[in-house]
């Protein structure tokens, strides 16, 4: 009884010590300075980086890797991994616009896309889930033959522009939707033609995006789904004796992350208003960068939805941020890989500890090794 | 050559008909908590097979992986071929010529046999391994041994005996004087078993000292010289074995007081809420029926491997099942996974709570309130965080889990907490009838005996309790009933207060008679 009370007394009190009660709610802390030190770092080296009219263009930039940072972070903390979120954004990307370029309503181009996406969602998940292959070697093969449906759609060709389709008003209410919409701006002055130029905008991926967060942040933190997707990550077996339905959860992780690399396709295609075959190349790869430098853990079990906020906005503002201070590609790739590394070492170094055996899967696999050698070695 | 060189000098040196290649003498090991091992004395002979006895637990395994160089001894003396050894490590070990043939066979399935061989220590010929000098090599030591295996053959595709002989015949190529075997027929048929005894007997023809850990008495008689028996972690007697009896082996093994005290209560036998009835899943669940009975506790007894913890497995739907019915009080119902039991209010507390049990990245307070997620959760699936507190904090209350708030990862606690929380996942939900197994393993003793009071406090409210157990006092002391299972099969059933520990260990060494069913065909 008197624990109880202490502890109550504890989780009232201090409002912060509450937030550091969250778990994964450290690491995130960790990062959140890491990314205000990097924006004052490139504040420093290029004075236009906290002009409000890059930080409109960053909050765009940060939202497509957000949105398939969430992708990847449902499926690694059920302990798999998503290789295919690139080529279904390509896929999204290429079927959407092939049939606007055909005519088709974008209200029924979108449905359709969205319900080929989920498909694939289901395939990741049964394939892992009840055929049990590896997660590493499934989506493999569903990334493959994703991106071969995206060349295949529009016969081995980028498509035109949309709007000789649907004609240009609609091809505009398309792209406003997806990316060029601004929901309001601060400052900036009038055009003579009306439009505005400058200042700071929250434009419409921003939205989709928080959208986005919202509900799957709500799923994961708060449903009887998001629970059993960190059961699942964290000891299989006990949850199936505990009665989850581990195929089924496995499969609702593949189903949303589908789902949004989906509306992260949309979302590039809108942005050229056309499709393109390569769309979304290697974005799995950005997407587990995103997840894992905000804390998720390519182990399962472990790491929050803010942290893939954070991991996504430590990402883009490096990309944006180099760009502004006039990194050439090759430094920008570097230092990016190496800060990539850096922050997956110091999160393998915390976790070292567990004795979890890695799976069967590319980077967590060589990362399991490493933290199982590493632990080898401390033991006696 | 030079081997049997040495061999002849120390002949000369030894008393020639009961020379010890083996001499442990004090040896004690203990892991944090256990004193494993207890001032052991342990000798093996030349041309032996010495066979070591004992219960679960009595430390035979610890005693020999400390005889390989596996687990490093606290103190004691170890001679091999009477050179007292100092640091005594797993190469050293090799060195000498001991090897230890485990349960689970640890060959590369993929590989060959030659290679298999000569794992480690491949034939070169300039630089490159040379296949044929190693099949050529490995078929002499084959046939040496009476094994018909073409040493090409890919050992995966053998039969589980003949990959043990391929082991066997590895064993020999590295020159083992000291070989270990470690239940090596419970995998075997009668005809296999056969081929093994001779190859031992053969063995020994060249000198070999074979330790022979079985549960298996009536193997035992037939290939054991000399028989030593331990029980929890001490050496209790070495004897030959035509001088003594399988009821002085078995008296011997079991003689352990009944000291601590169990809570027993007694209630009423009331109506029958349980029944399992020729349920087959595997070779480890073999035609297994029982029933439960409101008011009592049913235990389950038996050695390791008997197929307890595949019985509990198959019945809760984690294992498929060939054949069997489930009764719940008087319905029949079909549970194919573990959410099927747990609807119908059967559910099973796992026995390796860090694999099964826990999710151990996760809070105390979402271990606890996982099962009940449906209960708590609302049409939209929704988790009512209100519920949540009050189931979990009541579970907290009832089995006094001492933590320093529901909010820490189930991984910090100690082994008796986390068993507790393990406990605690089930009560939430009223259960009909809850399967323990193994519940107290690792667990200090006012943390077991608070468990022993939570299955009492279970019997009393009219849940059906189901408790398997290795060790035979809390059997004993906590059951109403016991059903004793060898083999994957049910082998006795006895009262509470007829049961001695070793009529128990009589009903859970009663093997099917492999070898006589072999004579009888």
Redesign the interface.
């Known amino acids: ?1 008197n ?2 009370s202490r ?1 109550e007394g ?2 009232k009190g201090n409002p912060l010590k509450r937030l550091l ?1 969250i ?1 994964g709610m450290g690491q995130v802390i960790s990062v959140t300075i890491g990314l205000v030190a990097l924006c004052i770092v490139f504040q420093i080296l290029s004075s236009n980086f906290f002009s409000p009219d890059n930080l409109g263009n960053l909050l765009r930039q940060i939202a497509p890797y957000l949105i398939i940072g969430i992708a990847q972070s449902f499926v690694l903390i059920t302990g798999n991994i998503d290789l295919s979120i690139g080529s279904i954004m390509g896929m999204s990307s290429m079927m959407a616009a092939t049939m606007m370029t055909k005519g088709v309503h974008p209200a029924w181009a979108i449905l359709i896309t969205f319900m080929s996406c989920v498909f694939v969602g289901v395939v990741n998940g049964q394939l892992v889930a009840a055929c049990k292959l590896p997660p590493f070697i499934a989506t493999l093969g569903t990334m493959t033959i994703a991106r071969g449906i995206a060349q295949i759609v529009n016969n081995n060709h980028n498509t035109d522009t949309i709007s000789i389709g649907i004609g240009k008003e609609t091809t505009e209410a398309f792209k406003n939707f997806f990316y060029y919409g601004k929901i309001f701006t601060l400052g900036g002055h009038q055009e003579s033609n009306g439009s505005v130029i400058g200042g700071f905008s929250i434009y419409s991926p921003v939205i989709i995006a928080i959208a986005l967060w919202i509900v799957f942040n709500f799923m994961l933190s ?4 998001g ?2 997707i ?2 699942t990550g ?2 299989m ?9 581990v195929t089924g959860t496995i499969t609702a992780a593949y189903v949303v992350s589908a789902i949004c690399s989906c509306i992260a396709g949309l979302i590039v295609c809108a942005t050229t208003g056309m499709g393109a075959m390569d769309t979304g190349n290697s974005y799995e790869l950005y997407a587990v960068a995103a997840s894992v430098i905000g804390g998720v853990s390519t182990l399962g ?2 790491g929050i939805l803010l942290g893939t906020v954070i991991g996504a906005a430590v990402w883009s503002v490096l990309q944006n941020g180099l760009q502004f201070a006039g990194a050439p590609v090759a430094i920008r790739n570097i230092v990016i890989g190496v800060i990539v590394v850096l922050s997956v070492l110091l999160d393998v170094v915390i976790r070292s500890g ?1 004795r979890r055996k890695a799976k069967d899967m590319g980077a967590s696999a060589l990362l399991g090794w490493i933290s199982r050698k590493s632990s080898e070695k401390a033991a006696p | 050559m030079d081997i049997i060189q040495k061999d002849s000098e120390i002949l000369r040196l030894h008393d020639e008909t009961h020379e010890d290649i083996v001499k442990m003498t004090g040896i004690s090991k203990s892991f944090p908590g256990v004193l494993a091992l207890d001032n052991v004395s342990f000798n093996l002979r030349k041309g032996e097979v010495l066979a070591l006895l004992g219960e679960n637990g009595a430390g035979k395994s610890t005693l020999m992986k400390v005889l390989s160089g596996i687990y490093p001894r606290d103190s004691g003396d170890i001679e091999i071929s009477g050179l007292k050894q100092e640091d005594f490590t797993t190469g050293k070990a090799k060195e000498l010529g001991i090897v230890i043939i485990h349960q689970e066979l640890n060959m590369c399935s993929h590989l060959s046999a030659a290679e298999n061989i000569f794992l480690g220590r491949e034939i070169i010929k300039r630089g490159v391994v040379s296949q044929d000098e190693m099949n050529q090599k490995a078929f002499e030591i084959l046939s040496m041994l009476n094994i018909d295996i073409d040493p090409e053959t890919i050992v995966g595709d053998l039969a589980v005996s003949k990959q043990q002989m391929v082991e066997i015949a590895k064993a020999l190529s590295a020159n083992a004087k000291i070989l270990i075997m470690d239940e090596p027929t419970s995998a075997l048929t009668s005809k296999e078993i056969e081929d093994l005894f001779r190859i031992i007997i053969d063995l020994k023809s060249r000198g070999c000292g074979i330790v022979y850990i079985s549960h298996r008495l009536e193997e035992i008689s037939l290939i054991a010289d000399r028989v030593t028996i331990m029980r929890d972690g001490k050496y209790i007697a070495t004897m030959n074995y035509a001088d003594t009896s399988l009821q002085e082996i078995i008296s011997l093994m079991v003689g352990r007081e009944i000291t601590e005290k169990f809570p027993k209560i007694s209630c009423p036998k009331g109506e029958k809420i349980f029944e399992v009835k020729h349920l087959n899943a595997g070779r480890m669940v073999r035609d297994v029926s029982f029933e439960l009975y409101k008011g009592q506790i049913l235990g389950i007894a038996g050695l390791m491997g008997a197929g307890r913890t595949e019985t509990t497995r198959a019945v809760f739907g984690v294992d498929p099942k060939e054949s069997g019915e489930i009764i719940l009080e008087g319905k029949p119902v079909t549970i194919r996974k573990p959410y099927d039991a747990i609807r119908n209010g059967l559910v099973l507390v796992p026995e390796d709570r860090k694999k099964d049990g826990l999710c151990t990245k996760l809070t105390v307070r979402e271990n606890i309130a996982m099962p009940s997620l449906d209960v708590i959760s609302n049409f939209f699936g929704v988790v009512n965080r209100q519920k949540e507190k009050m189931i979990v904090e009541k579970s907290i209350k009832d089995l006094s889990i001492r933590l320093p708030h529901s909010e820490v990862e189930a991984m910090s606690l100690s082994g008796g907490n986390q068993q507790k929380v393990v406990v605690s996942k089930w009560l939430a939900r009223n259960s009909r009838v809850v399967i323990f197994d193994e519940p107290t393993r690792g667990i200090d003793v006012a943390a077991k005996v608070e468990i022993y009071h939570l299955m009492n406090d279970l019997k009393r409210r009219g849940i059906g309790v189901v408790f398997v157990s290795s060790e035979m006092p809390e059997i004993l002391g906590v059951s109403d009933r016991i059903i004793i299972m060898c083999d994957g099969r049910i082998t006795g059933e006895l009262m509470a207060f007829e049961a001695t520990q070793s009529l128990i260990l009589t009903y859970a060494t009663m093997f099917e008679s492999k070898l006589s069913r072999s004579d009888a065909s």
């Open positions: 009884m624990e109880f502890r504890r989780q009660a778990r708060k449903t009887r789904t629970r059993h960190y059961a964290s000891n077996d006990a949850a199936r004796l505990s009665g989850v339905n079990g472990q567990s």
